[in-house]
């Protein structure tokens, strides 16, 4: 089974607006950490937000926002005020912590139209 | 944050000749350090793990011996893409894991090197 799941292959969005992107992922370990990372066309991978299975509440990075639905086993990053920069893939990644592996989607590509 | 360093960025060899790709991680030491391998608009495929001191752990369906890790220190990681062959064509990029933080938060990873085979 799929660690981590990404439903959403493309996604577009306006400028200034807020977009929501999917992930759901697998896991019968208590402990685990949720990640989000942008991989714009030059290739490097930006880590963006960090959800650890315990926190009791959303993590919040500037304008990312992980709403973090522990029962649903989903993990959505909200980006707020899109902008141009904004337009990457993005990958969701899960990090068991009876392991260092890191299991990663396979990524939604984000465009925001101007 | 941590900074992992991966080098070069983009190499075009012949096929048949062998390639090293190297990744420090510049400011902590990792005693893990991940390859991965990413064809274009897919996600990264994790090839190996590789633990200082120790031999490499390949996942499923990596040949060991032409994919060869070194991790001879806790600050470098190489891998060598021996006999390359056009369909070793891929973007390859590393990560690290802080060797001093007990459930590292998060993993740093290298720019990523292009290698084109031709």
């Known amino acids: 089974a799929q660690k981590i799941t990404q439903t959403q292959p493309g996604m577009f969005v306006q400028e200034k607006e807020a977009v929501t992107l999917d992930c759901t992922y697998d896991?019968?370990?208590?402990?685990?950490?949720l990640f989000w990372y942008k991989q714009p066309s030059s290739g490097e991978m930006i880590f963006l937000i960090y959800q650890g299975s315990y926190d009791q509440q959303n993590a919040t990075e500037g304008r990312y926002s992980l709403n973090f639905q522990k029962a649903r086993k989903s993990a959505n990053l909200v980006i707020s005020a899109s902008q141009l920069g904004d337009s990457a893939m993005y990958f969701c990644a899960m990090r068991e912590n009876t392991g260092n592996q890191f299991y990663f989607g396979t990524g939604t590509s984000l465009t925001v139209i101007p | 944050g941590a900074v992992v360093s991966q080098h070069p960025s983009r190499v075009i060899c012949k096929s048949g000749t062998s390639v090293k790709i190297e990744c420090r991680s510049l400011?902590?030491?990792?005693?893990?350090m991940f390859w991965y391998r990413q064809f274009p608009k897919q996600s990264l495929m994790l090839m190996a793990t590789?633990?200082?001191?120790?031999?490499?752990?390949?996942e499923q369906g990596v040949e060991k011996d032409k994919f060869l890790i070194n991790h001879a220190s806790l600050t470098l990681s190489t891998l060598t893409v021996t006999s390359a062959h056009p369909e070793d064509s891929s973007f390859y990029i590393c990560?690290?894991?802080?060797?001093?933080?007990?459930?590292?938060?998060?993993?740093?990873f290298g720019q990523g090197t292009r290698l084109t085979v031709v």
């Open positions: 400011d902590f030491q990792a005693t893990t």
């Open positions: 590789s633990n200082e001191g120790s031999k490499a752990t390949y």
């Open positions: 990560s690290a894991l802080e060797s001093s933080t007990q459930g590292s938060t998060e993993a740093f």
């Open positions: 896991t019968s370990d208590p402990s685990y950490g």
